[in-house]
């Protein structure tokens, strides 16, 4: 693969393999048909993942141990012919191998048979009953079970696509694999008849079901629904991506910003030249980040204009003169439509071309693209940050699935600091705040009835904003404020699978690359060597009982006399050839990595080795692999090298582009355990500063001073609790103080994160409440203040973190307290107390330690 996968890319790829593997083991041994979906919210990179399952499933793979099969054909299927070739594009682009193997089903296609190793895309429309690909084939019959009967192909030809499917599947050594794109469409029958896609799953007639099915969208219900009716077919439990997984990736978006009237009148033209605004204003920070950041590839922000369905030639005309004279300096050429018709419109004197829509994201002179509904399944554009919707209010479902197409960031990855780039606007003229919410939910949490399609849900970290105010850092906080902020320690959330050699070579990789660590890719190399070797000689007895195995082949030997006598079996042992030797070295690649095992070869024969020597260094090799203590002691090492080769190269490493660093923090994102990693200092954000109580009652939010990030007035709103409230005012009274972080509920790098263990193993953050900044006696310092709910089950857990986190790094703050409310008033416990500490490593009540003497109360 091209493309390095996220983490939860990386698990649903694994599961995918898991259920591909017992879908194919249950159709060859006992005839079963099965079917599952991969479900993950849009933006997830499904075809990314779904291109990295057939590179597996076709080539094999050492990262999912995973073995190629043989006879794999895959027969991609879409309903539409665009979404088809944007598939395959984007397949081609990630994938190293796949490319010469991707074909594309067109109409003059005749093969008696797939051939194994290629992936076949096919459109609904390729098997309706005028295409050339089905004819020869029966026509439907309402009142007959046989759906086709054979008749003279066309041209002469001798098959049609359904002889290809027949032969295909009757191949015992070939295994058709179904993969169902946007897997939701398509799967609703109409007036009692089954549906194109539903004929091809099952088959009819002459034309066998299609043994292993597997459907990839962001709304599996519906398929899921439909294959339950379906007897003889096995379901298997569907792969399911977290939602919040997603977010905290930093492909999508972290807001949305909606806009709406605030009364009542006709502010269509007004709000379409405020999203015109927003356009340019987007374009000029994309363009300052790109001169900051020496990008080779600018963003270049798209305004997208959503008109209803049948828009007459009078609200065509007024859109564009609206939009023209908001924005002179744009061009004729400038604008393009993707409405249904496929041609150029001409209105008033204006001619607008129309664009296919996988053309709009390459397409940068295009600066405005108008619409009518969702444009089109699976099309989506990073670049269109800005959309004005003329849909009426009673139509919300259309809004979000067009919005849902909008959210991924355009560089895959988040900006660090800016909230603004990290976002996307909607205006919505014929909305009010009641209505508007709806939209919210939907963005929100997806569908929210039977009928919506559900792709644009977000997870946690999305944060839908009602015409927000713009923050930007406070001038009134002096320099020494930021850096302290910059300085304060935060750390990763490890994960439950990692490869700890893999992190260190990479790691090593990029830091040659980048030029921070001198010739890394050579010391990692050496350092990692010398292990193995270490431990090859701490294991030797186990080394030759492994080398014992890689050499022999033991098996058994059965004989029967004819006559019905006695069955007698001998035991048997020969040398293996080297092709078995060479499948013992593949798992010792699996266990330490394929580089590792290749340099420790070469680190044990010389240039100048003979056939044999190699042979023997390969020996070796696959018997230290199949040592699990060197395995695990190895990773050990791998990762203490890592974890150190992080913290010496942190400060160099901030001089590197948002890129650059963005491959760190991948690395980062892969330890074992909590590591140290550095806040980012926020450049700009956004705050709602109004809040809805009931109905279309809003009320304004108070606004405090000498927060680190403020609006024009040098104000930050904020909807505190009573509780917040308290901490924020008995804070704010003390001596020195210079101002304070309401610390982001999210995973930014300008949040502090603390890790905690969960009782089942699990790692997850904490991000306290507060940090506050004061003057003392040697400079600015740091308070860590966190009101903490003692009645949460988690309550015990994150105090734990916190144990955790101040005996690592508690010398960088002055004061680390968790507050919380109790019968006796609020009760803080300060956690830089040794017996503070050694008590909650101790206790399991929360409750009982803010009521006992080691808390104090709070003030």
Partial sequence: MRYTLKDYQVDAVSGVLQRLAQAKDMYHRYGSLSQFALSATTGAGKTVMAAAVIEALIFGSDEFDFPADPGAVVLWFSDDPALNEQSRARIHSVSDELGPRLKLITSDFRAEEFSQGNVYFLNTQKLSKSSTLVKGAEKFVASGPQLFEYGPAPDGAQTNIYDTIINTVGNPELTLYLVLDEAHRGMKPQRDRATIVQRLINGQGKVPPIPVVFGISATVDRFEQAMRSITGRTGLPSVQVDSTLVQASGLLKDDIVLTIPSETGSFDTTLLRRAVEKTRASSEAWAEYTREQDEADEVVPLLVVQMADKPDAATMIRTLDTIFEAWQELGAESIAHVFGEHQSLEVGGYLVPYIEPQRVQDSKHIRVLIAKSAISTGWDCPRAEVLVSFRPASDPTNITQLLGRMIRTPLARRVPGNELLNSVDCILPYFDRTTATRVAEMLMHGATSKDDEGESGGGEGRRVLFDPVMLYPNEELAESVWAKFESLPTVTIPKQRTKPIQRFTALASELTKDKVLNQAVRKATTELTRVVESRAMQYKEQVDRAREDVLTMS???????????????????????????????KVAERNLSKQLCGAYVDYLVPEDAI?????????EVAAIGL????????????????????????????????????AYERLEGMSTEPERISMVIPKAGQAESK???????????????????????????????NWEKKVLETESSRSGYVGWWRNPNRGVKESLAIAYATPSGDWKALRPDFIFFSEGLYGIVA???????????????????????????GDEFRRVESVAETTKGYRVLDLKRDQVRNAIRRVEDAKSLYESDLASDYR
């Fill in 555 to 585: 098996g058994e030997e059965l004989r029967a006399r004819l006559d019905g006598g006695l069955w007698v079996n001998s035991s048997f042992k020969t040398a293996a050839d080297p092709r078995a030797i060479y499948e013992a070295y």
């Fill in 783 to 809: 308070d860590l203040v966190d009101p903490h709910g003692y009645h949460l089950s988690d309550a015990m857990p994150k105090l734990r973190g916190l144990v955790d986190f101040v005996e690592k790094y």
């Fill in 691 to 721: 809040v809805r109580e009931t109905g279309d009652i809003e009320r304004e939010l108070p606004t405090f001073r000498n927060h680190l990030m403020v609006d024009d007035a040098g104000e930050f709103p904020a909807d505190l609790n």
């Fill in 627 to 662: 040592v699990s203590d060197i395995v695990k002691s190895v990773e050990r090492e791998a990762d203490r090298f890592a974890r150190d080769w992080l913290t010496e190269t942190r400060v160099d490493r901030k001089n590197l582009s948002d890129e650059k660093q963005a």
């Fill in 611 to 619: 056939e044999d020597e190699l042979l023997d260094a390969y020996v």
